[in-house]
């Protein structure tokens, strides 16, 4: 393989980070979000909810959730794609009242929403799990300590975004600490959120009554990037790959260099 191509933005990152556009009013827009099935069928999601969704051919996407007002998730969707599910903790931050299927799209190992709906009941929303579905509400969240028994970057993100509203401060321990995890706490700190520590095994959210639509750059997708460095790799190829944080890749780049890639 030859020759120089450009990595799209982090699908993990849009998704997540589309979901917590739920949270505020106006439009935010996004840049380079990729053009693929799952931010599709995340738009989908986010138009049936309410939004006002658009997605251009360059990666711009914009979301307008002013007249978001939908309290129960769409099925098919939601058993399309896992990340669906991230919607639910929006729901109960702005609305206060949820029904979300439990999610499929996912056949990697079991990866129940345990984490995801335990740590919502600490912020003080009643859960029931009944019939395939997650209903919920609350009267107004708050915070709290939360423990994870494991570092899940989905639970991490969803507690993030259901906290950033919520009343006093959270504290999410044993936090994931992947890039995407960071992106999203950029992302919601420039809509005005207060939070400390993304990246760490320790985060903090300080509440704050409201959100605000922002313009927000996505970061590059690091699997995207990783996967073509591989390829180059292994056919001997010369391929430079554009739009890359290099610090995203540190573990890949050290094994490539251990086994004599350039």
């Known amino acids: 393989l030859r020759g120089t191509l450009r990595v799209n933005g982090s699908k993990n990152s849009s998704l997540a980070i589309m979901a917590a556009c739920l949270l505020a009013r106006g439009k935010t827009v996004l840049h380079h979000v990729p053009d693929i099935g799952d931010i599709h069928t995340m738009a989908e999601m986010l138009h049936r909810l309410g939004a006002e969704v658009e997605l251009y051919p360059d990666g711009t996407l914009c979301i307008d959730a002013e007249n978001f007002c939908a309290t129960e998730a769409p099925l098919d969707l939601v058993r399309k794609m896992r990340a669906s599910f991230y919607v639910l903790g929006p729901m109960l931050a702005r609305l206060g009242s949820a029904r979300v299927p439990l999610p499929g799209g996912c056949d990697i190992g079991a990866r129940p929403v345990d984490y995801h709906t335990r740590g919502l009941m600490a912020l003080g929303a009643d859960v029931a799990i009944e019939h395939g579905w997650v209903e919920a509400a609350t009267t107004g969240l708050r915070g709290a300590s939360i423990y994870l028994d494991f570092p ?111």
């Open 152 to 262: 899940s970057a989905g639970a991490t993100t969803h507690l993030m975004t259901a906290a950033a509203t919520a009343r006093g401060t959270t504290v999410i321990e044993n936090a994931a600490a992947e890039p995407e995890v960071v992106d999203l706490a950029r992302f919601l700190t420039a809509m005005g959120a207060q939070i400390e520590g993304a990246g760490t095994r320790t985060i903090t959210i300080e509440g704050v009554p409201s959100l605000h639509a922002v313009d927000y750059e996505v970061i590059p997708d690091r699997i995207e990037a990783g996967t073509y460095c591989v390829a180059a790799a292994a056919t001997c190829g010369d391929v430079l790959i554009q739009n890359v944080v290099p610090d995203h890749l540190h573990p890949v780049i050290l094994k490539l260099q251990e086994a004599g890639v350039d």
